[in-house]
């Protein structure tokens, strides 16, 4: 389920702070990338909570009705629920690999975890910093 919220997107002191009406979320961010990033986020985990509590989501208010000040920004965010219910699994999956038979036995000779070691580096490949 996709879904868009309006965000205000404000000056503060030493950060963007970024509002969402609708979901009654404040967040902040280094620069707009950042703070929309952050309401994204934010907006998602509330989704998420609401839905778990059994409330449905409120319908996104509509861009023109949202009041905001001359140095505010008013713009879109759009989040993927189901996919960031995803991201947020943690149940572990069986994979089936092939190594050489000698990788294996140096391997377990220094007490390698496996699972560690393969998720380590399916991590550093696709670049995904936790």
């Known amino acids: 389920m996709k879904i868009v919220y309006p965000v205000v997107l404000s000056k503060g002191e030493k950060f963007l702070l970024a509002s969402v009406p609708d979901c009654d979320i404040d967040t902040q961010g280094h620069n707009i990338a950042d703070a929309i990033e952050m309401a994204r986020d934010g907006i998602a985990i509330w989704c998420v909570a609401e839905q778990d509590a059994g409330r449905e989501l409120p319908a996104p208010s509509d861009i023109s009705n949202i009041e905001c000040e001359q140095d505010e920004i008013i713009t879109l965010v759009d989040v993927d ?19 050489p038979s000698w990788l294996n036995e140096e391997a377990e000779k220094a007490n390698i975890n496996f699972s560690y070691v393969l998720q380590k580096a399916l991590k550093e490949e696709l670049q995904i910093i936790e």
């Open 81 to 99: 629920i189901e996919a960031y219910r995803k991201k947020l699994a943690t149940r572990a999956v069986r994979k089936n690999l092939t190594i």
